[in-house]
């Protein structure tokens, strides 16, 4: 049984219309503050958009300078394996994380693929990729690749080690930094980026075989964890190992 309140008056109903009013006077006031707050939400809502309408807009700061800044150049060899080269060097005040990537994985590939690269530092990345022939009456030259690359980039704190984790765990900080087109060229044609291009590679190629080279006075090499790099060592392990299985075993 439901019990309903009841107002007590003097008999002229001015108690009960002045209740009525009292909670006229409430509701409305209850309906202006949950519009003032709508209101709030509303600008709030609107403010963020164009904020972030706005800050899409901005150009995006780059971390990594590109050259070529948005081409990848290769001899046009088809049947062949050929190469580019990009020189990547670090412009921000932090270490900075690089990848590549491709659209087509299976016929291209880079050196190196990712690594960190201090404040100022730099190197010249080499780009691998197979040229197929060209179909029907297309010219050579004039061959189109729908091949492309990009590259990533990411801050990092310095003396940081690369693992392939750090761009999946910080989505969010992770720039575009270019997206690479490919420009075939005639191998038979000297211009000016097919010379720039021959330069680039020859500098990458030092590069490698200077970090080949072993350092003097530097010991054997570490890698992972605590492992040696010593293939002499482990040979002579080996044919030691070899003579003395032979020496207990009778032939």
């Not at 960190?116 to 009456?137: D, Q, Y």
């Not at 690369?162 to 060229?185: C, N, R, T």
Request: aromatic share 8%; net charge positive; glycine share 4%.
């Amino acid at each position: 049984m439901q019990f309903w309140q009841t107002n007590c008056g003097n008999g002229n109903g001015s108690s009960s219309s002045s209740s009525s009013s009292m909670g006229n006077n409430n509701v409305y006031q209850q309906q202006q503050t949950q519009s003032s707050q709508l209101g709030e939400r509303s600008t709030i809502t609107s403010t963020n958009s164009i904020f972030s309408m706005a800050k899409s807009m901005l150009p995006t700061r780059r971390r990594l300078r590109l050259d070529p800044p948005n081409k990848l150049y290769f001899p046009y060899e088809p049947g062949k394996q050929v190469r580019s080269a990009i020189d990547i060097k670090n412009t921000s005040k932090s270490h900075v994380a690089f990848k590549f990537q491709t659209t087509a994985p299976k016929s291209c590939y880079m050196r190196p693929p990712e690594g960190i690269l201090a404040p100022g530092e730099s190197l010249i990345a080499t780009v691998f990729k197979f040229v197929e022939a060209p179909e029907n009456n297309e010219k050579p030259i004039e061959k189109k690749s729908r091949v492309k690359f990009k590259i990533l980039s990411l801050k990092v704190k310095g003396e940081t080690d690369y693992v392939p984790e750090l761009f999946d765990e910080q989505k969010d900080q992770v720039s575009v930094e270019q997206i690479l087109l490919v420009v075939f060229l005639d191998p038979e044609r000297t211009c000016p980026a097919l010379d720039k291009l021959r330069r680039q590679l020859a500098e990458a190629e030092a590069a490698l075989e200077s970090r080949k080279k072993p350092q003097e006075d530097s010991g054997p090499r570490i890698v992972g964890e605590g492992l040696v790099i010593d293939e002499w060592k482990e040979r002579r392990e080996r044919y030691l190992a070899k003579q003395q299985f032979e020496a207990v075993v009778p032939t």
